[in-house]
């Protein structure tokens, strides 16, 4: 049975920071993850993706140079660490599993998970 279940959300100052993790159980192995954020409102949103060996990394320029992922295989976890916050950074924060990572020539990328956790709220207070 899959798992995936995120932690460490929460209500923060803009220019601060937080981190996300999140912990998977039951998935095979061999497969990139990602973050993805929902703002209320708005469309479901990559922010970031990492291979499964955690050499490769993709964000977004909307977060780009802010925001960090990584992995630790043993642990079954994945992180996130978001830097220099910004109101507009404000979403449901989902890690996204199992799924099919594109990329392109251009450098554009896209991940299709197979499993969602629930989310997390991040909360940035200009």
């Known amino acids: 049975q899959v798992q995936v279940e995120e932690s460490g959300g929460g209500l923060v100052q803009a220019g601060g920071s937080l981190r996300l993790s999140c912990t998977a159980s039951?998935?095979?192995?061999?497969?990139?993850m990602a973050w993805f954020r929902q703002a209320p409102g708005g469309e479901r949103e990559a922010v970031a993706c990492?291979?499964?060996?955690?050499?490769?990394?993709y964000y977004p320029n909307s977060v780009k140079g802010r925001f960090t992922v990584s992995r630790d295989n043993a642990k079954n976890t994945m992180y996130l660490q978001m830097n220099s916050l910004k109101p507009e950074d404000t979403a449901t924060y989902y890690c996204?599993?199992?799924?099919?990572?594109?990329?392109?020539?251009?450098?554009?990328?896209?991940?299709?998970?197979?499993?969602w956790g629930q989310g997390v709220q991040v909360t940035v207070l200009s």
């Open positions: 039951g998935l095979p192995f061999g497969k990139a």
């Open positions: 990492i291979d499964w060996h955690g050499y490769t990394t």
């Open positions: 996204a599993a199992d799924g099919r990572l594109s990329t392109e020539s251009s450098g554009a990328w896209s991940y299709a998970p197979s499993y």
